[in-house]
């Protein structure tokens, strides 16, 4: 029997819902999250929209068969078409248009790469934001992603669960260079470690600063001193239903690597071609580690209260955190 997870499900916060480069002008994509089935489609204009996938009208799924016209996707069934706003604009017959015919759609933010959606148990409006994060002088994003069972809170925790970095990961000399600070919906806090044979071979001591915003996107910002090497890790966590989650993990290296720092013999490839060697490299570590965890995600029980030891790290400080993103009657299990 699979442990039971004691975690609400759905906590309040921006989850990711695709990559910009899944969903083309035009594209319809038919999804599950929070438990429910949704409707991903991207406008003429460009605009993406995330909105319930039954039309109001006589129920038929905007997600097989429904296509987008211009700022509008239209169902199949009857031809409804409804804005990004989730109003019924138009109707085959020319009649009057039902007022009641509004689809929920969800508040979505689209910044480098992702496109993201918020959601909220009570349905609020977003009193808050991940970052945009500057695009140029980086690569694009390599990406992969896997259904597991799981939770964001658990995923995220792993951020600050110092005692596993060894045990699961085999990083060795771990030292925390910033204690774990909170503002709001925000978590940083900023480690060194150091793993034999991770990079072409060598050792290799790297340094780590977690941004969490909310518990569905962390962003790693990964430093390698000794090459002068710097990339972004983002770890993006949605859930699908009450047991499972949709994991992304992508990485982007800024474009301003010192090859000959790396390796003498790089200096002699072309810049380009050894941005795209590195960013691989990176990514394939990233993916190596979080597939590490899969087996303890899928398979573990959520301990509250915990039973903490010295060298576990702010498990306890990041708990304290994650409950604000919970509506309060749920919170006296978090």
């Given at each position: 029997?699979k442990?039971?997870n004691?975690?609400p499900p759905?906590?309040n916060g921006w989850y990711?819902?695709?990559?910009?480069?899944?969903?083309?002008?035009?594209g319809?994509?038919?999804l599950?999250?929070m438990g429910e089935?949704?409707?991903l489609?991207?406008?003429?204009?460009?605009e993406?929209c995330l909105?319930d996938?039954?039309?109001?009208?006589l129920?038929?799924?905007?997600g097989y068969?429904?296509?987008?016209?211009?700022?509008?996707?239209?169902?199949?069934?009857?031809g409804?078409c409804?804005d990004t706003n989730?109003?019924?604009?138009s109707?085959?017959y020319?009649?009057?248009?039902?007022?009641?015919?509004v689809?929920?759609?969800?508040?979505?933010k689209e910044?480098?790469?992702l496109?993201?959606?918020?959601?909220?148990?009570?349905?609020?409006?977003?009193s808050?934001?991940?970052p945009?994060l500057?695009?140029a002088g980086?690569s694009?994003?390599l990406s992969?992603?896997w259904?597991?069972r799981?939770?964001?809170?658990e995923?995220?925790?792993?951020?600050?669960d110092?005692?596993?970095?060894?045990?699961?990961h085999?990083y060795t000399?771990?030292e925390m260079l910033?204690?774990?600070v909170t503002?709001?919906?925000y978590?940083?806090?900023r480690?060194?470690?150091?793993?034999n044979g991770?990079?072409f071979?060598?050792p290799?001591r790297a340094?780590?600063?977690?941004?969490?915003?909310?518990?569905?996107?962390s962003l790693v910002?990964?430093t390698?001193?000794?090459?002068e090497l710097h990339?972004?890790?983002?770890?993006?966590?949605t859930?699908?239903?009450?047991?499972?989650?949709?994991?992304?993990?992508?990485?982007?290296?800024?474009q301003?690597?010192r090859?000959?720092?790396?390796?003498?013999?790089?200096?002699?490839?072309?810049r380009?071609?050894v941005?795209r060697?590195?960013?691989r490299?990176t990514?394939?570590g990233?993916?190596?580690?979080?597939?590490q965890?899969?087996?303890i995600?899928q398979?573990?029980?959520y301990v509250?209260?915990?039973?903490?030891?010295?060298?576990?790290?702010?498990v306890?400080?990041?708990?304290?955190?994650?409950?604000?993103?919970?509506?309060?009657?749920?919170?006296v299990?978090?």
């Amino acid at each position: 029997m699979k442990a039971e997870n004691l975690l609400p499900p759905f906590p309040n916060g921006w989850y990711a819902v695709s990559l910009s480069q899944a969903l083309p002008v035009g594209g319809v994509r038919p999804l599950q999250f929070m438990g429910e089935q949704v409707v991903l489609f991207r406008t003429q204009g460009g605009e993406p929209c995330l909105v319930d996938a039954y039309c109001p009208h006589l129920g038929a799924h905007l997600g097989y068969g429904g296509a987008v016209v211009d700022e509008t996707i239209r169902c199949p069934f009857h031809g409804f078409c409804y804005d990004t706003n989730g109003r019924c604009v138009s109707t085959p017959y020319g009649s009057h248009i039902p007022p009641k015919a509004v689809a929920h759609t969800y508040p979505l933010k689209e910044c480098h790469g992702l496109i993201l959606a918020y959601h909220h148990a009570n349905g609020e409006a977003p009193s808050w934001a991940p970052p945009t994060l500057e695009v140029a002088g980086w690569s694009s994003l390599l990406s992969q992603e896997w259904t597991l069972r799981g939770h964001p809170q658990e995923t995220t925790e792993n951020s600050v669960d110092v005692g596993h970095f060894s045990q699961i990961h085999g990083y060795t000399a771990v030292e925390m260079l910033q204690e774990l600070v909170t503002e709001g919906p925000y978590l940083n806090v900023r480690y060194a470690m150091s793993r034999n044979g991770a990079f072409f071979g060598r050792p290799v001591r790297a340094e780590f600063e977690i941004h969490a915003y909310g518990l569905g996107y962390s962003l790693v910002e990964l430093t390698v001193p000794t090459y002068e090497l710097h990339s972004r890790l983002f770890v993006l966590a949605t859930p699908i239903d009450r047991q499972q989650i949709r994991l992304r993990v992508a990485v982007q290296l800024r474009q301003d690597t010192r090859p000959a720092r790396i390796h003498p013999l790089l200096a002699l490839a072309p810049r380009s071609w050894v941005n795209r060697l590195l960013a691989r490299q990176t990514f394939n570590g990233l993916v190596r580690d979080v597939q590490q965890d899969f087996m303890i995600w899928q398979h573990k029980r959520y301990v509250q209260p915990p039973i903490l030891a010295a060298g576990d790290g702010p498990v306890g400080k990041f708990r304290i955190w994650a409950r604000q993103f919970y509506p309060e009657a749920e919170r006296v299990h978090v």
